[in-house]
């Protein structure tokens, strides 16, 4: 009983400690169960913020990503294997399922292991291309650890990703150098509205083969300098999250606190440990998650207007009328390791609200009137337009490295009753129609009074002669 109870309690511990804001269950594809212990501090940091991890090999009969036509785990770690297949329940087709279905996969490529052509195929669908050599990695001759690679230069030493860019600093900045040994480089499609990229190589570097003998490889590279990315992030139309990570390597333990020496004889410890929970953290939802809460909207016109009191007020009425008065609000919150705060955007960043039929008829800017303990109350005023039919109050946000905010609300406009038109005598522009019926009444009237005023003349008989 004592062993239940503490079972129990420890259980619920996990629970509690988890940071993520979809679920604590990992599931770690590794193909030879020796090289889990070379990974032994990264998958203790990821226990010790609350994830349940569970090892899998691609092999493993009970393997299955779904239970009874669901997601049986929040994310998916796949680490290179071996052989140049991952089984029948890794295929491309079921990991786009299961990316389709709201789970989250990081996947962790190198270039001393081979690619399988499911990792291939997934990457297709997502506009990331590969080089098709197989061993292609990427190199440096200026940036490089002249410890370890002083004759291969392919571990990349690498500054933190792209300063310039604040969401990207703010989600993936580290202090100190990252190390990138064997790294598999990435070229991103230019369609795609959801691909993003985290860390790029230097504008030194380029994909070579050291298989490949013949020297065209280096006339004619599949990718140099920026062109090349060693981590892009892809984030599907329901949040999902997919990662590319260039260098399983960078995750080991070897790696994490290594003293590394640039070319130019600078030495310094690496920051791998905190990129990778950094990496984890976005693609494993516990940062950039955004959350919409109560919507409301009233009349906000006449003896309404004058109070806030949603007691009284009717809010959310199914049905408006043309050119009514109309007050909007939306919540807005945001993940922060462990529970929902406030959610405030980036400056010069507004959330917008969209008063749309077939296209909008207003897209008005939504304005923070009021911070709560967990959530920023978002607000707006406007009129309807002056056309009946069925409309939408519609707010998207959709922001790199944040999940996407999708709120639709419909209404019916109607037109004014038969009694609700303002009389004639009340429109200015009426007063001539008016004036003028009036003049036709009085002239009307004077005549027939004149008509029988008047008498007519009588006239004289004249006595005619007999």
Same mark, same amino acid.
């Given at each position: 009983?004592?062993?239940?109870l503490?079972?129990?309690?420890?259980?619920?511990?996990s629970?509690?400690?988890?940071?993520?804001?979809?679920g604590?269950?990992l599931l770690?594809?590794q193909?030879d169960?020796?090289e889990?212990?070379?990974?032994s501090?990264?998958?203790?940091?990821l226990e010790?913020?609350?994830f349940?991890?569970?090892?899998r090999?691609?092999?493993d009969s009970?393997?299955?990503?779904?239970?009874?036509?669901?997601?049986?785990?929040?994310?998916?770690?796949?680490?290179?294997?071996?052989s140049k297949?991952?089984g029948?329940?890794?295929t491309?087709?079921?990991?786009?399922?299961?990316?389709?279905q709201?789970?989250n996969?990081?996947?962790?490529?190198?270039?001393?292991?081979?690619i399988?052509s499911?990792v291939?195929s997934?990457?297709?669908?997502?506009?990331?291309?590969?080089?098709?050599d197989?061993?292609?990695?990427?190199?440096d001759?200026?940036?490089?650890? !002249?410890?370890?690679?002083s004759?291969?230069?392919?571990?990349?030493?690498?500054p933190s990703p792209?300063?310039s860019?604040?969401?990207v600093?703010?989600?993936f900045?580290v202090?100190?150098?990252i190390?990138?040994?064997?790294?598999v480089g990435?070229?991103?499609g230019?369609?795609s &509205?959801f691909?993003? *990229?985290?860390?790029k190589a &230097?504008a030194?570097?380029?994909?070579?083969?050291?298989?490949?003998d013949?020297?065209?490889?280096l006339e004619d590279?599949?990718?140099?300098?920026t062109q090349?990315?060693?981590?892009?992030?892809?984030?599907?139309r329901n949040?999902?999250?997919?990662?590319?990570?260039g *260098?399983?390597?960078?995750l080991q333990?070897t790696?994490?606190?290594?003293?590394?020496?640039?070319p130019?004889?600078k030495s310094?410890k690496t *920051?791998?440990?905190?990129?990778?929970?950094?990496? !984890?953290?976005w693609t494993f939802?516990e +940062?950039?998650?955004?959350k919409?809460?109560?919507i409301?909207?009233?009349l906000d016109?006449?003896?309404?207007?004058? !109070? !806030?009191?949603?007691?009284?007020?009717?809010v959310n009425?199914?049905i408006?009328?043309?050119?009514?008065d109309?007050?909007?609000?939306v919540?807005?919150?945001?993940w +922060?390791?462990?529970h929902w705060? &406030?959610?405030?955007p980036?400056?010069?960043?507004?959330?917008q609200?969209? @008063? *749309?039929?077939?296209?909008?008829?207003?897209?008005?800017?939504? @304005?923070p009137?009021?911070?709560t303990?967990?959530?920023t109350?978002?607000?707006s005023?406007?009129?309807l #337009?002056?056309q009946h039919?069925?409309f939408?109050?519609?707010?998207e946000?959709?922001?790199?490295?944040?999940?996407?905010?999708?709120?639709?609300v419909?209404v019916t406009?109607r037109?004014?009753?038969?009694d609700?038109? #303002?009389?004639s005598f009340?429109?200015s522009?009426?007063?001539p129609?008016?004036?003028?019926?009036?003049?036709?009444i009085a002239?009307?009237?004077?005549?027939?009074a004149?008509?029988?005023?008047?008498k007519?003349?009588?006239?004289?008989?004249?006595?005619?002669?007999?």
């Open positions: 009983m004592r062993s239940l503490l079972g129990l309690l420890l259980g619920l511990c629970l509690v400690s988890a940071l993520s804001a979809v604590n269950k770690v594809i193909e169960e020796s889990k212990d070379n990974y501090q990264f998958f203790k940091d010790a913020r609350g349940q991890i569970s090892h090999t691609p092999k009970s393997l299955s990503l779904f239970l009874h036509g669901v997601p049986a785990y929040s994310h998916l770690l796949l680490f290179p294997p071996k297949g991952l029948p329940e890794l491309a087709n079921v990991l786009v399922d299961f990316i389709n709201g789970s996969v990081l996947l962790a490529l190198s270039s001393d292991k081979s399988p499911a291939s997934l990457l297709l669908e997502l506009d990331i291309s590969l080089s098709p197989r061993g292609s990695l990427v190199v001759h200026f940036n490089y650890d !002249t410890k370890s690679a004759d291969k230069h392919e571990v990349l030493l690498l792209d300063s860019r604040q969401d600093k703010s989600y900045g202090q100190g150098l190390a990138f040994p064997h790294s990435q070229v991103l230019n369609a &509205p691909l993003a *990229s985290v860390l &230097p030194t570097s380029y994909i070579y083969n050291p298989k490949d013949s020297g065209d490889a590279p599949f990718a140099t300098g090349i990315n060693l981590v892009s992030a892809f984030q599907a949040s999902a999250r997919f990662t590319v990570f *260098s399983a390597e960078a333990d790696w994490f606190t290594a003293s590394v020496q640039l130019n004889g310094e *920051s791998n440990q905190e990129f990778a929970k950094k990496v !984890t953290g939802k +940062q950039g998650v955004l919409a809460g109560a409301r909207h009233w016109e006449g003896a309404q207007k004058s !109070t !806030t009191d949603l007691t009284v007020l009717d009425p199914s408006y009328r043309i050119k009514n109309v007050h909007y609000s919540e807005l919150s945001e +922060q390791a462990d705060a &406030p959610f405030t980036p400056a010069a960043d507004n959330v609200l969209e @008063v *749309s039929m077939l296209s909008p008829f207003h897209r008005l800017n939504l @304005v009137k009021q911070h303990a967990n959530a109350l978002y607000t005023d406007f009129k #337009p002056d039919g069925i939408n109050f519609y707010v946000y959709r922001r790199p490295f944040l999940t996407n905010v999708e709120e639709k419909t406009v037109h004014f009753a038969h609700e038109w #303002p009389r009340a429109i522009g009426a007063w129609w008016i004036g003028g019926i009036w003049v036709t002239g009307w009237v004077a005549f027939v004149l008509w029988l005023w008047c007519p003349v009588e006239e004289k008989k004249v006595a005619g002669k007999r």
